[in-house]
């Protein structure tokens, strides 16, 4: 987004014009940010006003919604001539592992030591080793060597979670493992940008910066109402989801210097308590059967390392 912006709603506008968000994921992140805090399903017709800040009509709503659908992300409640949507046990995990990256602040310290996961080729047929290998790399693994996958800070228990989830625990070594740099030539920690594209990674976050630093600055100087904190909360933790997604989450000792991502890390949680409090009043407004001061899960009250909402 190039040029100066003249107020918030503007940056808004340029956004949607420029970026054109997909409605679908648009639905994904209105859910697992908005949503989800407050109720476990919502009314097809609660669904289309909480879309139409960012232009999605009617029709686009119920086409997402039934793509999200089949992929599995949502289920479909009828009730007499109307539709509830909810999240599905499979939307439900995803949503778990997702926003777990984006509102948790990124590992600094480390203790040297790496997960390594093998596979051997009589243990692990083609198919599984292909999903396995899927599933370790959208949770941060890299791969070292064929069949060897490492992380210097690894989720043990989202790995459990994979591995019991593919019937694989019993096929599968994971090891802890460190480096003896007396004996070796090449530590790992120079294996790096072998293992994981940071130089992509740390490109996406310099344009998060440049995007979203003139929303910060225009929202320091006013208060925006609750509909306009919705819309930039959800444009920004929409694009955060996408960055986040791609980024391994390494330690400091392991990251080139001045990396990108803790920057854009400070930025999204200063915005995100700027335009919390105006969200919830806008959402539990669409949202029936909410209070107008719900409470709040402790995991929700802990987004960005924890803010008192109101």
Known sequence: MTGKHKSIEDW???YLKEEEPRSK??????FGDSIAPFTSGVWLGELISLMEPFGVNERLVRTSSFRLIEEGWLESIRDGRRSRYALTPLGKRRFAHAYRRIYTPPPTNWDGRWTLVLMTKAGVGAPERSELRKELEWEGFGMIAPGVF???SADVRML???????SLRERTMVLNVADLTELSAR???ELAS????????????????KRFEPA?????????????????????????????????????AVLPEGWPGHAAYELCRELYQNTFRGTQRFVVTQLSGISAEPELSG???????GFEPA
Request: hydrophobic fraction near 45%; aromatic fraction near 8%.
């Open 25 to 30: 994921s648009l639905i994904v992140s209105v």
């Open 216 to 252: 910060a600055s225009l929202l320091s100087n006013r208060r925006a109402s609750p509909k306009l904190c919705f819309a930039v909360q959800t444009l920004l933790i929409h694009s955060f989801r996408r960055v986040s997604l791609h980024d391994p989450r390494l330690p400091d």
């Open 194 to 209: 072998e293992c994981w594209n940071l130089d992509s990674v740390a490109q996406e976050y310099r344009e998060f910066l």
């Open 160 to 166: 459990t979670a994979i591995l019991d989830q593919l």
């Open 150 to 152: 490492v992380h210097p």
């Open 187 to 189: 530590p790992l920690t």
């Open 12 to 14: 808004v506008a340029r």
């Open 299 to 305: 995991d929700v009250q802990a987004r960005f390392g």
